[in-house]
């Protein structure tokens, strides 16, 4: 039986799609003819949403502190001209902006519209959906719809301590040119010649040179600029702990860019592996102008995981990459415990073939703690600190009494302490 008068009215109501009336109008609308008839006529009239096309354009990768732009063009094949609400939605930590915009599309015809992002952490960021409210000619009724629009934005490490970068060049080029002096036996790389001073190594006179010119000529040396660095980060449930205001893996990846550059520009090869109870990010086999921005992109998404490291996992895959004598830079916590059980057992493997360099930044929260005075509850915590401190000193001399290198310092210290670190082993003929 076919539907009259006010029923039909109330019918084409109740069809409307849920949402798209507010529920204070529904009493108004049974009384109110000629205001619902004007509702349904601008439904009718609002643009359609699931025809709808959509293409994304703009950034790809950002670091993190910096902006990023993404546009969305939305082409409208429909007959009717599209006046549209639209939210682009993206994690909350892309911090975007606008969250919303507004939209109006001619039929036939395309428009862009821009979203900014501030990303406040690392790691790939993925817009959701992208959602469309249709209104029409009246602004009385809309259609609503979702689409999915994929795009991935690579938030990279921050780099802060590039700053440091230009000043540890120097200290290189200085100390290329310091070292370019008479040493011998395996690993150096000739130079040039000189004349013969008193005290030289007769060993080093070159008889040839010499026969051709009327002084005493010698051979001076190099350090062999062909090193190999293999940088290894712990991924374990340690490095989730904060340090100062970032997390230790943070201050861990911070280190290891300014090493990559250093080491890069010093003509040596750098590799990295991440690892924890499975490989977790490697860099191999990179050019020296490749190395650092692969190394950037290999560490942007990597996160703590909430395991004990593979101690004996991590020195096995270390020395598999390692097929000739390298630098081992490992950058892992200083804890007592997982050093003693996990690290100290498999150090001799390390050490028999290569020179180590173990660093983990420091929590200075702890060095605050060390100098509390005054109060009953200072005094505690100033004890326990210091027991924290002396507890971490004697792990680093374990360290140490295998051969290995220790790099303890403060966050915002870390990364060149461990640049001056690598300085130190180059000038001492060490690697």
């Not at 660095?229 to 230790?248: E, S, Y």
């Not at 190394?295 to 004996?312: F, G, I, K, M, Y």
Request: proline fraction near 7%; charged fraction near 25%.
């Amino acid at each position: 039986m076919a539907l009259t008068g006010r029923t039909a009215l109330l019918a084409a109501i109740g069809s409307l799609p849920v949402g798209i009336l507010a529920p204070s109008w529904a009493g108004m609308l049974a009384v109110n003819a000629p205001l619902t008839l004007a509702i349904l006529c601008d439904y009718a009239m609002a643009a359609p949403v699931r025809t709808l096309q959509f293409t994304r354009t703009g950034d790809t990768a950002v670091r993190l502190g910096d902006g990023a732009d993404v546009q969305l063009t939305v082409t409208n094949p429909s007959r009717r001209r599209l006046r549209a609400q639209l939210r682009d939605a993206w994690p909350p930590s892309a911090a975007q902006a606008p969250a919303r915009q507004k939209l109006t599309v001619p039929a036939g015809e395309r428009r862009r519209v821009t979203t900014s992002l501030r990303p406040t952490r690392r790691g790939d960021r993925r817009a959701e959906r992208v959602t469309v409210r249709s209104y029409g000619p009246l602004g009385l009724a809309a259609r609503q719809g979702n689409h999915n629009v994929p795009w991935t934005v690579r938030v990279l490490p921050p780099f802060t301590s590039r700053k440091h970068l230009p000043s540890r060049l120097a200290r290189l080029r200085e100390l290329d040119g310091r070292t370019s002096v008479l040493t011998r036996g395996e690993g150096t790389e000739f130079d040039s010649l000189r004349e013969y001073v008193p005290g030289d190594d007769t060993r080093s006179i070159d008889w040839r040179a010499t026969a051709r010119q009327t002084a005493v000529a010698v051979r001076t040396w190099r350090p062999e600029r062909d090193r190999h660095i293999l940088i290894v980060l712990d991924t374990g449930r340690t490095t989730a702990g904060r340090v100062g205001d970032v997390p230790r893996l943070d201050a861990a990846i911070d280190a290891a860019l300014l090493l990559t550059a250093l080491a890069s520009r010093a003509g040596d090869r750098v590799d990295l592996l991440a690892y924890d109870r499975r490989l977790r990010a490697q860099v191999q086999g990179r050019s020296a102008s490749d190395v650092l921005p692969a190394v950037v992109d290999a560490l942007a998404p990597l996160e703590p995981e909430l395991v004990e490291t593979d101690a004996r996992g991590l020195a096995a895959t270390a020395l598999a990459r390692a097929p000739r004598r390298s630098l081992i830079v490992l950058l892992t916590g200083l804890d007592a415990a997982p050093v003693e059980e996990g690290l100290l057992p498999v150090l001799p493997q390390l050490t028999q073939r290569h020179t180590v360099l173990v660093a983990s930044p420091s929590d200075p929260h702890v060095a605050r703690m060390a100098a509390t005075r005054g109060t009953i509850e200072g005094v505690y915590e100033a004890a326990a600190a210091t027991q924290a401190q002396s507890q971490r000193l004697r792990t680093a001399e374990q360290l140490q009494r295998h051969g290995v290198t220790v790099v303890d310092s403060a966050p915002d210290d870390f990364a060149p302490a461990l640049a001056d670190a690598y300085l130190a082993l180059k000038a001492a003929g060490r690697l």
